[in-house]
C-alpha cells in the first residue's frame, strides 16, 4: 500500500524556518517524480516544488528560500522553508506521480504550516 505521511509543521514567526518530511512508504521514491503542495483557506492548492531524478523545479513565490531534497535511504522527501512569510501560512502536502503519467497520484494527509506577522 502506497503511504505518504508528512510532518514537521506548525506555527512560526515571519523570517523563521521549518522543514517538512515526508516518509514514503509502498514504493520507492527514487522512481517517482515527488513534490510538495500548498492550499491556503479560499485558495487554490498550488504546486510548491517538485524533484524528479535530481532536477528540482521551484515556484516562483518561493525560489531562493525553498530547498526540496530527498533521502533514498529513508525514503523520504524533504521541504527546507527559510524566510517565512505570512502569505505562505497554507496546508503543506506530498505528492508522487506514477513515472510517466501525468498527474500526481499519491498523496500524503498535509500538514499545517502557519506564520504569524
Known amino acids: 500500500e502506497v503511504q505518504l505521511v508528512e510532518s514537521g509543521g506548525g506555527l512560526v514567526q515571519a523570517g523563521g524556518s521549518l522543514k517538512l518530511s515526508c516518509a514514503a512508504s509502498?514504493?520507492?521514491?527514487?522512481?517517482?517524480?515527488m513534490g510538495w503542495f500548498r492550499q491556503a483557506p479560499g485558495k487554490e492548492r498550488e504546486v510548491v516544488s517538485c524533484i524528479n531524478a535530481g532536477d528540482t523545479h521551484y515556484a516562483d513565490s518561493v525560489k531562493g528560500r525553498f530547498t526540496i531534497s530527498k533521502d533514498n535511504a529513508k525514503n523520504t522527501v524533504y521541504l527546507q522553508m527559510n524566510s517565512l512569510k505570512p502569505e505562505d501560512t497554507a496546508i503543506y502536502y506530498c505528492a508522487a506521480r506514477v513515472p510517466g503519467g501525468t498527474r500526481f497520484d499519491y498523496w500524503g494527509q498535509g500538514t499545517q504550516v502557519t506564520v504569524s506577522s
Open positions: 509502498g514504493f520507492t521514491i527514487d522512481d517517482y517524480p
